[in-house]
């Protein structure tokens, strides 16, 4: 079905159709873990002598992160399927 829809797109092997809001979330899930991973950057800055806390928290802040984009699934929308 979406090698067809594809054809009918004239849409090469490289492109691919995504719904805007799809997008969007992936584009903010990816800001987010930006931002997480400066701030563990700064936050574990040799210069400071981070403790084992700020380790624990720079890793539960990374995880929180990082899970939503590691788990995001992007499925077709079933309007654009059919």
Same mark, same amino acid.
């Given at each position: 079905?979406?090698?067809?829809?594809?054809? /009918?797109?004239?849409?090469? /092997?490289? /492109?691919?159709?995504?719904?805007?809001? /799809?997008? %969007?979330?992936?584009?903010?899930?990816?800001?987010?873990?930006?931002?997480?991973?400066?701030?563990?950057?700064? %936050?574990?800055?040799?210069?400071?002598?981070?403790?084992?806390?700020?380790?624990?928290?720079?890793?539960?802040?990374?995880?929180?992160?990082?899970?939503?984009?590691?788990?995001?699934?992007?499925?077709?929308?079933?309007?654009?399927?059919?």
């Amino acid at each position: 079905m979406a090698r067809q829809r594809a054809s /009918e797109l004239q849409l090469s /092997e490289d /492109e691919l159709v995504i719904a805007r809001k /799809e997008l %969007d979330t992936l584009r903010d899930l990816v800001y987010v873990l930006k931002c997480a991973i400066a701030d563990v950057e700064a %936050d574990l800055d040799p210069a400071i002598d981070p403790t084992t806390r700020d380790f624990k928290a720079a890793l539960k802040w990374l995880l929180l992160a990082a899970k939503p984009l590691a788990e995001d699934q992007i499925h077709p929308s079933p309007s654009r399927a059919a």
